[in-house]
C-alpha cells in the first residue's frame, strides 16, 4: 500500500532550519542535538528520505510556507524569513519553489507532480514487480502554498499555476489580506474573492485549512474547484477554532471534499498540553479522528492523512506509535482494528487523495 501526506512544510524547514531531507530523520536528529532553537521551534525532526521510502510515502503535498511579521514577533524565532508586504511573501515563496525544483532535478528520488502524466510516471515507480524496484522509487511532490500572500495579485494565479502551483490555502493562522485565519477572525475578502475567482479558472484545489470559521463557510458557499482540508481534525474531539466545526465539515463534505488528519497529540486529545507525555496519546486517536469523518460522511471517501510532520511539533508531540514518518502504517493497522475493511482503509491512506489529483491535475 502507498501513502500520500496532504501537507508537509519541507523546503521552509530546509531554508528556515537548515534541515537537509535527503539525510535520514535519525541522522538529521543527530545533528541537531542541543540546537535549543531548532528543537523549540519544530521539536524532534520525523521526516527524511529513508524514512518516506521505508514508509512508502510515495506522494506529498509539499508547502510554500510564508509567516508574516506581525504574527513572528510575537514569539522567538528569526525575523529574517518573516514578510510584511506581498512582495517580500512573494520572494520567500518562489525561494521554497526553487528549492523542490533543484529537488527534483538533483535528486532522481524526487519529482514534481504538477500533471496527471507526473502523477502516474511516479505511482509506476511503486509497482513492485521490477526486479530493481526499490532503487527506483520516487517521492512526488506536489506545490501547496499556504497562506497566499504570496500571490501579489489574484490575475498572478495564472503564472503560478504555469510554475506548478496546484493547491492554494488563502490564510494561515495570522491571516492574509486575502481571508482571516484560525487566530485572526475575519471574512473571506474583497480581495480573496477574486483570488478565488482566479483560482477556478485552473481548477486550483481549494485548500480551507487554517480560514477562519467566516472565511472558511464563505469560500465553500463560492468554490465550485476541488476542496480539501489539508490538515485539519474535528473540533468536536478538540475545541479551538484551529480544528473544524460540524458545520465546516459538512459543507466541506457537501463538495465532495476530502480533510487531511494531523497527528498531533494536541489536535486530537484536549488535555494534552505541548511538553505532555507522548505516550499518553495511541495511534488509536488518529483514527478515531478519522473515524469522526467517516461517520458523518457515511463513507471512506473523504478523509486522509495530512500529518503536518515537523511543521513546528516533532516526534515528542505525535501518538506513542509514531516515531517517524516511517510509521504512518501503524495508522492503517488502527484501522483495521477498528474494523475498517482494506479498502476503506487503501482510500484513507491513499486513494482518496488520487482521487483528488486525478479530478484536479491537467
Ligand atoms: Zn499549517
Known sequence: MLIVDAHEDIAYNVIVHGRDYTLSAQETRAREAGDARTLAETGTCMLGLPEWLAGRVGIIFGTLFTMPAHYKSSGEGAQEFTYTTPREAYAQAMQQFDLYARLADENPRFALVRTERELNAVLATWKDDAPDAERKRQIGLVMLMEGADPIVKPRDVERWYERGLRIVGPAWLAGTRYAGGNAAPGPLTDEGMRLLRAMLDFNLVLDVSHLSDQACLQALDRYDGPVIASHSNPRSLVPGPRQLSNDMLKALLAHDGIVG???????????WRRGGRKDAVGVDAVAAAIDFVCQMAGDARHVGLGTDMDGGFGAE??????????????????????GYARVDVEAILSDNWLRLLRRSLP
Open 261 to 271: 488528519i494531523v497527528p498531533m497529540n494536541s489536535m486530537l486529545r484536549s488535555d
Open 317 to 338: 508531540s505525535t501518538p506513542a506509535e509514531l516515531d517517524t514518518v516511517a510509521d504512518l502504517g501503524k495508522v492503517a493497522d488502527a484501522l483495521k482494528a477498528r
